[in-house]
């Protein structure tokens, strides 16, 4: 049974991906990270060794701490945590337990190397539209939070990639880029080892969007018309992004959650037979 200040798989699965997730540390030894080295969605890697000195970065925020077990580190690093005035909690049963329960994992091989931050930082071409968008939210939501996006002109991304250490994505000849039918968004999900069925959900809708095949998903219609008139509404690339968030959780919460849901006019407790 989990204490008062633990949270369980299923409590935290239901977190990821959303806005309300909270920061995900990870204080697994280096033994048992090399034995698996997968991450769950957003998480950072910390040691237990030197929590006193990195606790009062958590200071005010929501924070799920995992070990391989749930046990000693977790919850030593979680007392700390509190401590410094976080809102710490561990995850039931650790990195075990959620690997056991098919919980989203996060393959780190093609993750770009983290700057001096330990963020990863991505550069594509500015003025966004479908897949420039969907793929830093797929990011900040289920592989890192804090990471950077660079939006430039199009004749400078291999440029500013290679003086900035950013990873160019959806930019044609690059690893991060359309593969045959499948858009970024895609590629990603696949490389990330991120297959779901509502984020494939998604990626439909994405593609559908994206390539103009407004036929694979009712739904590719409505993101399209968002997209561009959110890319009319900002000048500024970040601020599009910014407000472009709240669409995608929309569309991952309807995807997740909601689509056995209809609508109707009048609604059918307040029709009125003769």
């Not at 950072?44 to 046990?71: F, I, K, N, P, Y």
């Amino acid at each position: 049974m989990p204490g008062p200040e633990s949270i369980t798989v299923a409590q935290l699965a239901r977190l990821v991906g959303t806005p309300d997730a909270p920061e995900i540390v990870d204080v697994r030894i280096d033994e048992d990270h090399a034995a698996d080295p997968r991450m769950l969605p957003g998480a950072r890697r910390r040691s237990h060794r030197d929590v006193a000195r990195w606790a009062e970065t958590c200071r005010g925020r929501a924070v799920a701490v995992v070990c391989q077990r749930g046990l000693k580190l977790s919850q030593g690093v979680a007392a700390w945590l509190r401590h410094a005035g976080a809102r710490a909690e561990t995850l039931d049963g650790g990195f075990e337990a959620w690997a056991q329960a098919g919980g989203l994992l996060v393959r780190p091989d093609a993750l770009p190397p983290p700057d001096a931050e330990g963020r990863t930082v991505w550069v594509t071409r500015a003025r966004p539209k479908i897949d420039r968008i969907a793929c830093p939210w797929l990011i900040r939501r289920f592989v890192d939070p804090r990471a950077v996006f660079l939006f430039v002109s199009a004749s400078e991304v291999a440029a500013v990639a290679d003086r900035f250490g950013a990873a160019p994505f959806d930019i044609p000849d690059t690893f991060w880029s359309h593969r045959g039918e499948a858009c970024t968004f895609d590629v990603m999900l696949a490389e990330f080892g991120l297959a779901s069925e509502p984020l494939e959900r998604l990626a439909l809708i994405v593609r559908g969007a994206d390539t103009d095949r407004l036929d694979l998903a009712p739904q590719s219609a409505g993101l399209l018309a968002a997209s561009l008139g959110l890319s009319r509404m900002y000048r500024d690339d970040l601020g599009q992004l910014d407000a472009s968030m709240g669409l995608y959780d929309a569309f991952y919460r309807w995807a997740r959650d909601a689509t056995g849901e209809t609508h109707d006019w009048p609604a059918a407790a307040a029709r009125v037979t003769p």
